[in-house]
């Protein structure tokens, strides 16, 4: 059940993907996104950034993950690089290639690197994307691992910036599988969840990434999505539907004209279910 190491760095097709303002809305809508931009559908909300890649992501993906072990997959972090926000109208061409995999004594970790170029050939967003393979521990590792972003156990110490409070929809992962076309079963069928150890439908780690980035742009970028530039996290703890979560943000300094943010969400047991929170912010 050794990934095929040959395929690292090879990149996929290109994708073609056309941003449409009903489909930014309908992904406002389902992750609960208040901003009257990504509401009316004047900007895309930063997160979408994954739907315009999701094709090319899935056929590099395929290319190296073993056939047989795609079902243990659960995403263990995300790294957007917002270059500029996407608006409706944009054409966008997306490529991914699979450019690190760690072998480690519970699974596999798998690093894939995406980039979206608009119609002028412009690199409009970079994401390094990690998913974690449950249980597989057969092959060799080979590759990078995914960039530094983590936060510090002095900076946690520190009074935080703000704290946001966000209630989990019941039917919020039936919601978002529709609005971000991830429709894993993992988070939609809770036999099929349970069958592989979860402890039920789990919310998609995208989904709770963007309550997070909604703190972020709320709290660090002052209401102004355009002004954010990195969002970073790791999660480390499934999100369960009707859960509330709370982030937290903390000053982490500033240099160049970006002011750097970390932050952390967690449940109401006060279990980190987002680690190592980063976003970087044009000041």
């Not at 809508?29 to 890649?53: C, E, M, Q, S, Y």
């Not at 980035?213 to 790791?234: F, I, K, M, W």
């Amino acid at each position: 059940m050794g990934f095929d190491l040959s395929r690292l760095d090879v990149w996929s097709e290109e994708s073609e993907f056309k941003v449409e303002a009903a489909r930014t809305m309908a992904y406002a809508a389902a992750t609960n996104d208040p901003h009257p931009k990504h509401r009316n559908g004047a900007l895309a909300p930063p997160i979408f950034a994954v739907v315009p890649i999701w094709e090319a992501m899935m056929s590099a993906a395929m290319a190296i993950v073993p056939p047989e072990v795609a079902m243990r997959v659960v995403h263990g972090g995300q790294d957007m690089r917002l270059h500029r926000p996407l608006v409706p109208g944009d054409v966008l061409r997306s490529r991914a290639a699979p450019v690190g995999v760690q072998v480690r004594g519970t699974g596999t970790t798998l690093l894939m690197k995406t980039e979206s170029r608009d119609r002028s050939g412009a690199l409009v967003n970079e994401q390094y994307v990690t998913t974690f393979f449950r249980g597989v521990g057969e092959g060799d590792s080979g590759g990078i691992s995914p960039p530094e972003h983590k936060l510090t156990a002095e900076l946690k110490s520190s009074a935080p910036l703000a704290e946001v409070v966000a209630r989990v929809d019941e039917d919020q992962t039936f919601r978002y599988a529709d609005a971000s076309g991830d429709r894993m079963p993992i988070h939609l069928d809770d036999g099929v969840a349970r069958s592989v150890g979860l402890p039920g439908i789990i919310v998609h780690g995208l989904c709770t990434m963007a309550f997070a980035g909604q703190a972020v742009v709320g709290e660090a970028c002052a209401g102004d999505p355009e002004r954010l530039r990195r969002l970073a996290v790791r999660f480390s703890r499934p999100v369960l539907p009707g859960q509330e979560i709370t982030t937290r943000l903390y000053a982490a300094g500033q240099d160049q004209g970006v002011v750097r943010v970390g932050f952390e969400t967690v449940n109401a047991d006060g279990q980190a279910v987002v680690k190592d929170g980063c976003a970087e912010v044009a000041s």
